[in-house]
């Protein structure tokens, strides 16, 4: 069984993070060009959740799966789930109710065999190829707290003002 304390103290940090930047009052500074605002930020994290709990339902089904960022950062997709969820207060309950469905899906419900199943990969950041291969759907979910939610945690605290 895997252990899903790290995603989950990864997915409090984001969300205590996100509750920061949204209680600041609006003085956060503007993102660097070319980077994301605080909703956009989350609502990418929730297209990067529904792909995996994607995944981990394909597989837990016995179908055949695939991984794919690339709608997690579509500018229109994610202006469309910004407004969707309500904003950043929606966004947030949206990626806390994911969080959950995540540790209970890829912890006690997952065996060692469908953890190991090899899931063909793609993933960008920045235009950037970062993979293109199978994944063990087990690195697909621990990716998430060992890589993707610190990532935007600390982009997250960077829109803070100084």
Known sequence: ?????????????????????????????????????????LAHVTLVNAATISAVSAVAAGARTTYDNRIALD?????????????????????????????????????????????????????TLLVDQPLPLRDLISGLADAELPGHTKQLLALLPQ
């Open 1 to 41: 069984m895997m252990d899903t304390a790290p995603l989950r103290d990864a997915y409090r940090a984001l969300l205590d993070a996100a509750a920061t930047v949204d209680g600041s009052g609006g003085t956060s500074p503007a993102p660097p060009a070319g980077e994301w605002n605080a909703d956009q930020i």
């Open 75 to 127: 500018t229109w997709t994610i202006e469309r789930v910004i407004a969707l969820a309500g904003g950043n207060a929606g966004l947030r309950e949206r990626i806390r109710i994911q969080a959950d469905a995540l540790c209970a899906l890829g912890g006690p419900m997952l065996s060692e065999a469908e953890l190991e199943t090899l899931v063909p990969s793609l993933l960008l950041s920045n235009d």
